[in-house]
């Protein structure tokens, strides 16, 4: 069973461990260095990127995670972590800042005020089967993606048609919405497989 540890700084960190213990894990949350060094993958929940951030420098976890994301560790981040994952946010708080991420832009809470929360169908590339039913709140979305980046899923209608919502470069992966809510195991599945053949 792949190790894989859940950033517990702050956000759905309960909802993940289940759900990637739901899919062959041996799950278990990580908050400081030497509980990273035991792990094989880590995810990196949704919550909210600017208290994550500012964890991440009282805890020391900077560090160890961007070293371990160079080292070719898999980590899959949602919403949140999809910000703490990327290279650029726009609408970001001046002091926050991410891990050695994915060469994209997101914005955060991009969907508009009116619409904090909303569903809509999203099909993930290399995921089987019927689109997922994405949940989005306070969602970020992806505007822009180096050549490096492989574009998994999109907004298929509605107002946000077409935006960006789940990329890959490498071992690094992103959604901005939460799988880990709605009890479709498909993508912490995925995402186990790609720790276990890393
Ligand atoms: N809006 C939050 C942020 O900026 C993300 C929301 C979420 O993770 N559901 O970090």
């Not at 759900?19 to 894990?25: H, I, M, R, V, W």
């Not at 990196?44 to 560090?63: V, Y």
């Not at 946010?89 to 002091?95: A, Q, S």
Request: charged share 25%; proline share 6%; with cysteine.
């Amino acid at each position: 069973q792949p190790k894989i540890g859940v950033l517990a700084l702050q956000g759905d960190v309960r909802e993940h461990v289940a759900a990637l213990a739901g899919s062959g894990a041996d799950a278990r949350p990580v908050r400081r260095p030497a509980e990273l060094d035991a792990v094989d993958g880590l995810v990196i929940p949704g919550g909210e990127s600017t208290t994550i951030s500012k964890l991440a420098d009282i805890f020391e976890m900077r560090e160890p995670i961007d070293k371990r994301i160079f080292g070719g560790m898999p980590v899959y981040g949602s919403c949140a972590g999809m910000i703490m994952l990327a290279g650029e946010v726009l609408d970001g708080r001046p002091d926050q800042r991410g891990f050695a991420g994915i060469e994209m832009t997101v914005r955060r809470n991009a969907f508009g005020r009116q619409v904090d929360s909303f569903e809509a169908p999203v099909a993930i590339t290399g995921v089987e089967g019927e689109p997922f039913h994405a949940v989005f709140i306070r969602a970020p979305w992806v505007e822009r993606v180096g050549e490096g980046v492989e574009v998994l899923g999109r907004v298929t209608d509605g107002p946000a048609a077409d935006r960006i919502v789940a990329v890959r470069q490498g071992n690094l992966v992103a959604t901005s919405f939460h799988p880990e809510l709605t009890g479709d195991l498909r993508l912490h599945r995925w995402f186990v497989e790609l720790v276990r053949a890393a």
